[in-house]
């Protein structure tokens, strides 16, 4: 990854792609990858299910993957802040 900004998509992609095939093949994740917090939550998921990933689950990671590629998964981090900071108002 570059150093001193965000991950581009493509180093995001190549990221994704080995993260996946390691909880694949029973291995865990790496550290400071770019991924968000949801993306890597849908990877631990997979590895759960390790040997016996569905399709379903690792299609589903990939769905989520895709969020933080277009914004999704930030945009909803976003709202829920905003929903529990009114709440405490």
């Known amino acids: ?3 001193g900004g965000h991950p581009s998509d493509e180093q995001l992609r190549r990221s994704f792609d080995t993260m ?11 550290t400071e990858t770019g991924l968000d917090l949801q993306t890597v939550q849908a990877l631990r998921a997979v590895g759960a299910a390790f040997p016996n990933a569905s399709q379903e689950l690792i299609a589903q990671a990939r769905k989520t993957f ?3 590629l277009d ?19």
């Open 20 to 30: 996946l095939e390691q909880v694949l093949s029973g291995r865990g994740l790496r």
């Open 66 to 68: 895709g969020g933080q």
């Open 71 to 89: 914004g999704t998964n930030a945009a909803a981090r976003r709202a829920e802040m905003d929903r529990l900071l009114a709440e405490d108002e």
């Open 1 to 3: 990854m570059r150093y």
